[in-house]
């Protein structure tokens, strides 16, 4: 991931086909997210797409923005409609949200704390593969892996797909 600068940041907002690509992927969100959240989604994918684009795997960068944005209006959705979970226990001193039920909580339980700690990474501060597996002390296949392989766990848990 590389850093990015505010001056490459401003370059690549400047660009009008960058910013229409940030309006037709904020657009399908128009009726869940307010104009100012659509607006911080586009920038934040655009920062995202500046980070992580990298020519050499075929994609243009319009495609990679509009991904970017995509999943940040996704995400943002996700933060409106749910509190996140504390997949740390202890360390987190919130009282769950009423919307979350028993089963919920129950189904967290059947994890380890690694696996715990693990899907807080990828899910809730949305590392990366790489990241996560150099954190963990492995590579980025095995970290893809260990989700795969958590997921599997609590579908079979719940008997419910999680679109992931």
Same mark, same amino acid.
Request: charged share 35%; hydrophobic share 30%.
């Given at each position: 991931?590389?850093?990015?600068?505010?001056?490459?940041?401003?370059?690549?907002?400047?660009?009008?086909?960058?910013?229409?690509?940030?309006?037709?992927a904020a657009k399908k969100y128009s009726s869940k997210l307010s104009k100012d959240a659509q607006k911080t989604c586009g920038m934040h994918g655009l920062w995202r797409c500046i980070q992580n684009h990298d020519d050499k795997y075929g994609r243009k960068f319009t495609t990679s923005?509009?991904?970017?944005?995509?999943?940040?209006?996704?995400?943002? !959705?996700?933060?409106?409609?749910?509190?996140?979970?504390?997949? !740390?226990?202890?360390?987190?001193?919130?009282?769950?949200?009423?919307?979350?039920?028993?089963?919920? !909580?129950?189904?967290?339980?059947? !994890?380890?704390?690694?696996?715990?700690?693990?899907?807080?990474?990828?899910?809730?501060?949305?590392?990366?593969?790489?990241?996560?597996?150099?954190?963990?002390?492995?590579?980025?296949?095995?970290?893809?892996?260990?989700?795969?392989?958590?997921?599997?766990?609590?579908?079979?848990?719940?008997?419910?797909?999680?679109?992931?």
């Amino acid at each position: 991931m590389k850093k990015v600068t505010d001056e490459e940041f401003e370059k690549a907002y400047s660009n009008q086909d960058n910013k229409n690509i940030i309006k037709a992927a904020a657009k399908k969100y128009s009726s869940k997210l307010s104009k100012d959240a659509q607006k911080t989604c586009g920038m934040h994918g655009l920062w995202r797409c500046i980070q992580n684009h990298d020519d050499k795997y075929g994609r243009k960068f319009t495609t990679s923005l509009f991904i970017h944005v995509d999943w940040e209006c996704k995400r943002e !959705l996700g933060i409106l409609t749910r509190k996140p979970l504390s997949f !740390l226990g202890e360390h987190d001193e919130e009282i769950p949200s009423p919307a979350i039920s028993g089963e919920a !909580l129950d189904i967290l339980d059947t !994890l380890t704390e690694k696996q715990k700690e693990i899907m807080y990474q990828r899910f809730y501060e949305n590392r990366t593969l790489e990241e996560i597996g150099k954190k963990q002390g492995y590579s980025k296949e095995a970290a893809r892996q260990n989700i795969n392989k958590i997921l599997s766990k609590l579908r079979e848990t719940t008997g419910k797909d999680f679109g992931v």
